[in-house]
């Protein structure tokens, strides 16, 4: 039972020592265009700015009648702290980003916000 | 908080569940092998039970946990059942640290099944399991901020004294119903000792790994992590009142024998497990849909 008991202690000293270093949790911090905002042109890009990298792995951006606008990305699914992506010309009408992704430290993260074309 | 639930979709729910499951398979693999590996007034019969539960609840988070890949995957790509299966997705859900903690808890959960043996090479292994599987809670999340040694090694501290409380309630459930009450008498006053040590260390685990991720302040009550956090600890609370109980006033009665003593304890288990269940669900939402 002693030797259980050593083996325990020598397990649990050498994993923490073996522990990788320390990573991080990202937030956002902002977005292209700002929550809310009311644009009188279609905007020339669509992004989030995080705090720290952030592995962006879906974006959606749908207008009021839940039709769907692709949006062109170029960050291959890398961790950014800054994801733009760019829409096609916007008609006048509300629209909103819906995003999920996945921070360094492994945390799923997800987040919406909107904005307004005027015509 | 529960604009936070209100808010969750069909995967988050199914991972929450997921998530639940996977902590008390695990819980109960580790902490049945502490309970065989530490405790001795176990009898014969049940000691040879609780080998073969130890073996199918580390085969369950086996399970599990691989399911939370496929989840996770999916939930990334929006809650499509599509992006579950997108092998691109389910890449860098693997390489990312759950994918990591799975590894490791998988790797423990197959040292656990060492418990099936009785001799020194299975006893070394099953405690050599319970350790990675402990730690394979402080590979993600926020146990990987700075001090990243400091918080893995509390969260795996926390985990080690959490199995160890759940084996011996379920060892003490079972002995409740299955044996004498001066069998569960007995195994109830030695578990009450090792608790006297386990149960502070663990509270205290818990307390400063919360301390350190808010920043040694008082978080307030009004973010869903914060009231997710609030609820854990008064479900806590109930479970310490009702361990103070069958300690303080079950056991003896048990050991002087009783005639309701046996019953009684069976109860206060069976709500105390009640407790437990919840604080494990809890403690899944509150990783699932806020962070503190």
Redesign the interface.
Known sequence: ?A???R??LA??FA??LV???????STKEGTTPPDGEVLSTSPETIGMTFDMPM?V??I?LTDQDGAEHGLTRQDN?QPVTVFDAKPPVLAGGKYKV?W???A?????M?GTFSFEVTD | MMAALASADAVTWLSICIKAMVYATTLLAAGLVLILLSVRTLPEDEDRRLRRIAVLMAIASAVFSVLRLPIRASFLMGGTWAGALDPMIFGIVLESPLGTAVALRLVGLGLILGIVSRNRFGRNSAALGTIFVAASFAMRGHALEDPRFLLGVLVTVHMLGLAFWLGAVLALLRLSWYSSPQATGAFAAEFGRKALLVVPVLVLAGVVTLLVLTGWGVALLSSAYSQFFAFKLALVAGILGFAAWNKLRLTPALHSGAPAAAAQMRVSLQIEAGLIAAVLMVTAALSTVSAP
């Open positions: 039972m030797l259980s008991h083996t325990f397990a649990f994993i923490a522990s990788q270093a320390a990573v991080a949790h592995r792995t879906m959606s699914m819906q999920r992704g996945l360094e430290d492994g945390h799923p997800q």
